[in-house]
């Protein structure tokens, strides 16, 4: 299809965000949309933000879904502070995100659905729609969707019922006329998806969709369509991939170039279940993955799975990782190899289970009993994710211990196209089992690295026991005072020694200045972001973010005495600054968000001003 | 401990000796334990498993501390999980013979949660629950399985808790091996334990066993010199359920509800014969339930089902996705469904 060109706006990024009823099907509108954007090929972020309800009441505030995508010509590190425009598909939707909307933006309404019921579900005592304030502050495109979606079907031989769930794809078709983005891409999904088994229904969307589209080209809704050019995204095969799907094959990776059979083993819980979703689908690699009984149960699978002589691996979120300390604390003492997957969000307790945080780090950190340091590290993007689970394997394996890997409900849920490794590049990791011609000492260890090696039940000769007992470096128990001294030096040492494997800092900007913005995990994006606006205007400003949190990287030291003043924005209220400011004696100043949400570009942006104006 | 590599004995030689660690053993003087741990180096020699491929995996508790005591794999968990570590363990390795011992409290307190999921799975391991009615390594504190009344340092006024009952617990969990033995009957413990060990599936084992500093002679009502014939049946597939000096008594049963009749008296065929893989339930539900006071408490194999084990379902299901996919590659690993490609 040929977009006509009169009227186009040329823009270098837009933020687009779908809202609607959880059964309104705006997710799979967001994820349409994404696909459709990433083949321009466009730079691309997304963010889904839906209820913790499975289904929540039709109509309510908490049942609405949402899913953000920011798509730009140049580098796009985050799915966006505001939406350029915003889709509303009832007024739940409305109330809950036209706060979100920048003036002067776009906002297409589902005009059926602004019923007096609805609006007084939505809290609303008047029609939004009305409010000349309103009317002036945004652009409104009132459109009756459904009655339009139905109007399109009135020769299908769908119900009623059926023929109104089609109406997220014609507010998309509607959506992909004004950005100007072609519906080929979404046409084939719907082929692929029913035309086999439902062809009715592929049938009836593809039309909506069309219907959709048609309406702007036709009608003069409005005047104002947009235009995004190709990025200059660098040459190569790329996929989507969301932070969870990421990490699963971080992991199956790292297993491969270990030589080792990978088993993972999880329990349900927001927002980790879908790396074991994902990994279920991973057999014919070899994989095994259970279902086990609890969050405990899911951990100790893994580390006898890591003593019989497999990489155990298990994810869980917050409440889990309480759960799992006690085993922790095993496989710090037994030093086994064992990946532990914290996807964070929102707490404490039950917090909120759908919402991201990074409240988790002191808790990753020190959050067990006793003198038990493992090594942590983060993720920083969502196709990060699968860097960062084959760092979290090679350390596990190379150091004979348990490591942390923090990810979050934002870079799980969110997706980003990736662009796909040479599996040659990847560092092999080299974990050898006991050589059965000599004698064995379970705990000697590498002078290097100071791992221990493994012998695997069914080695000939090798039998021994482990246990959470303190030992001497024999393997056998003891009690003696100076022994658990040193062993207690020798588990840190160990963990410490991982630092000389770390590579060197990467930092946006120079080495030294007044201002350095520093952050882990996450929050990436939109520290970059900021800082590179900011250098954009002049401003003598850096950044940098830590993949390693324990140990941290050998350079981090030098880099912080380079800069006059340091920020640390973080979604908590200041873990990591509390560590640096402990560890390197520097006036850090902290940022912190904890309102289940990621931070924005501004946010970030307006508080390193302040500390430049200072 | 550095272990040796020389004189590594072939699987026909073995003997007791080679499943003796040079760990001093630090149980009591008296405990039960001390018989258990016999018979089960007694029992190892003879399974015809190679020496390394045994794993004992236990919890914490005084019968946890049985690996370090056995010269072979092992791992000394945490309270109550042992369950979860040996699945991991049998899952990564399914031809090591996988041995759980834990005590009831461990097992059925902090543990029992574990211990009937890996029960209902049928994982083929086999599970030793040292059974002494008391908590040995914290001194002495009432268990899951200590009678009402139980007066301990935490229930000076006695315990209200309803005890469980191990083997229905075993039962209601599905488990396709039950046995009970007991620590002063070496010769009934070495054939349990080969029976636990051919049974293909989970094996459920209750030992009675005695705590000599915490709870003494628990267990003396039933197996003591002067009561072990009228409280104690012995189970044998296939034979009457006999009990008394000159198994003079039989269980038969009145309805649903079984009855001690005098055995002379009643035609043959209306005396319970064993039947440990009895289709339905209730048959072993009914033993379960024989107990003091008014009956003797069954021993030896009570149940014995076949079902599919845990380790062959989850390989099976690994080797039918290669067979149907082919093995894994890394180009079907990285690409996924959709790529796209930019010049």
């Given at each position: 299809m040929t977009p006509s060109t009169r009227g186009f706006r040329e823009m270098k990024a837009v933020v687009v965000r779908f809202a609607g009823d959880s059964g309104d099907g705006m997710q799979i509108v967001g994820e349409r949309f994404t696909d459709t954007s990433v083949t321009v090929p466009n730079s691309i972020a997304t963010f889904p933000d839906y209820p913790a309800e499975i289904r929540a009441p039709v109509g309510t505030i908490a049942g609405v879904s949402a899913f953000q995508v920011h798509f730009g010509s140049q580098t796009v590190l985050t799915p966006g502070d505001e939406p350029d425009s915003l889709v509303a598909m009832n007024p739940a939707a409305l109330a809950v995100h036209l706060q979100d909307l920048v003036e002067g933006g776009l906002l297409i309404v589902n005009s059926a659905a602004f019923t007096a019921e609805n609006l007084a579900m939505a809290g609303y005592t008047t029609n939004p729609l009305d409010d000349p304030a309103i009317q002036k502050k945004y652009e409104i495109i009132p459109l009756d969707i459904s009655g339009l979606a139905v109007e399109a079907l009135k020769d299908s031989a769908l119900t009623q019922r059926e023929k109104l769930r089609t109406k997220n794809f014609f507010a998309l078709g509607f959506t992909y006329w004004v950005y100007s983005r072609p519906i080929e891409p979404t046409i084939a999904y719907i082929n692929a998806k029913w035309a086999t088994k439902a062809p009715d229904l592929a049938e009836a969307n593809i039309q909506v969709l069309k219907a959709g589209y048609f309406l702007g080209e036709t009608t003069e809704v409005t005047r104002n369509r947009y235009m995004v050019a190709r990025a200059d995204v660098s040459p190569g095969t790329y996929r989507k991939i969301s932070g969870n799907e990421a990490i699963a094959l971080g992991l199956i990776a790292g297993a491969k170039k270990a030589g080792r059979e990978l088993l993972f083993s999880g329990y349900p819980i927001?927002?980790?279940?879908s790396v074991l979703e994902a990994l279920a689908g991973y057999k014919h690699f070899g994989v095994m993955t259970v279902q086990a009984e609890d969050e405990i149960a899911a951990i100790g699978v893994a580390i006898g799975a890591s003593f019989a002589g497999q990489l155990g691996v298990t994810a869980t979120s917050g409440p889990g990782m309480c759960l799992k300390s006690e085993f922790i604390g095993l496989a710090v003492s037994t030093e086994l190899p064992l990946v532990v997957i914290n996807v964070q969000r929102g707490g404490p307790s039950t917090g909120l289970p759908t919402k991201t945080e990074q409240s988790d780090l002191l808790q990753a950190l020190y959050g067990r009993h006793g003198e038990s340091p493992i090594p942590v590290v983060a993720a920083n993007s969502p196709s990060d994710c699968f860097r960062a689970a084959f760092e979290a394997v090679r350390i596990a394996l190379e150091y004979s211990t348990p490591v942390i890997l923090l990810s979050d409900g934002y870079l799980a849920n969110g997706s980003e196209p990736w662009q796909l490794p040479d599996p040659a590049s990847l560092p092999e990791i080299s974990a050898p089992f006991a050589d059965p011609s000599k004698p064995y000492v379970?705990?000697?260890?590498?002078?290097?690295?100071?791992a221990r090696t493994q012998a695997i039940p069914g080695q000939v000769g090798l039998e021994h026991r482990i246990g959470g007992l303190e030992k001497d470096g024999k393997g056998t128990i003891s009690y003696d005072s100076d022994n658990h001294s040193e062993m207690t030096r020798l588990r840190a040492a160990k963990v410490e020694a991982v630092a000389k494997s770390i590579p060197p800092l990467r930092v946006t900007g120079e080495r030294n200045g007044k201002l350095l913005v520093l952050g882990w995990g996450g929050t990436h994006g939109a520290i970059t972001s900021a800082v590179e606006l900011l250098r954009a205007e002049g401003f003598d400003v850096s950044s940098t973010n830590l993949r390693y949190l324990n140990p941290m990287p050998p350079d981090l030291g030098a880099l912080l005495q380079g800069f006059e003043r340091i920020l640390i924005p973080e979604l908590n209220s200041g873990q990591l600054c509390l560590l640096i400011r402990a560890r390197f004696l520097v006036d850090a100043v902290s940022l912190p968000k904890i309102k289940g949400r990621p931070f924005k570009i501004s946010e970030i942006r307006e508080r390193a001003l302040q500390l430049l104006n200072d | 401990m550095a272990t040796e590599i020389q004189n590594i004995p072939t699987v026909a030689a073995l003997n007791r000796k080679d499943f003796v660690t040079s760990n001093d053993v630090r149980w009591c003087p008296g405990c039960g334990d001390y018989a258990i741990l016999n018979s089960l180096q007694r029992t190892f020699p003879e399974l015809g498993v190679p020496r390394e491929n045994f794993v004992i995996v236990s919890g914490i508790g005084c019968s946890s501390r049985f690996p370090y005591y056995?010269?072979?794999?092992?791992f000394h968990t945490i309270h109550g999980r042992a369950p979860t570590v040996a699945t991991g363990v049998k899952l990564a390795n399914p031809a090591l013979s996988v041995w759980i011992v834990t005590g009831d409290g461990d097992g059925?307190?902090?543990g029992g949660n574990h211990l009937m999921h890996l029960l209902r799975r049928n994982l083929n391991v086999t599970v030793l629950l040292f059974n002494?009615?008391?908590?040995?390594?914290?001194?002495g504190q009432y268990s899951p399985t200590s009678p009402v009344g139980t007066k301990t340092k935490t229930t000076p006024s006695g315990s209200i808790d309803h005890p469980l009952n191990p083997i229905l617990f075993a039962l209601g969990a599905e488990a396709t091996f039950i046995a009970r033995t007991v620590d002063n009957n070496p010769k009934h413990m070495v054939e349990t334990f080969k029976a636990a060990h051919e049974h293909q599936g989970v094996s459920f084992v209750e030992i009675l066993q005695n705590c000599v500093i915490f709870n003494d002679s628990a267990w003396d009502p039933i197996y003591g010199k002067e009561n072990r014939d009228d409280k104690m049946l012995s189970l044998e597939a296939g034979k009457p359920l006999l009990f008394g000096k000159d198994k003079s008594k039989g269980i038969r049963l009145n309805g649903l509800i079984p009855e001690i009749i005098d055995a002379a008296t009643v035609a043959p065929g209306e005396i319970l014969v064993h039947q440990p893989?009895?289709?339905?339930p209730l048959y072993s539900q009914m033993l379960a339930t024989l107990n003091l006071p008014d009956f003797p408490t069954p021993i030896g194999v009570i149940r014995k089902i076949q079902r599919p084990t845990y380790e062959s379902l989850i390989h099976d299901q690994v080797e039918a996705a290669k067979a149907r996919k082919g093995s894994g590659t890394w180009e079907e690993l990285l690409h996924g469904d959709s790529t796209w490609t930019v010049e």
């Open positions: 927001t927002p980790a279940s379970a705990f000697a260890r590498s002078p290097e690295t100071f | 056995m010269n072979t794999y092992g059925l307190s902090i002494n009615r008391i908590y040995g390594l914290t001194k893989d009895h289709p339905s």
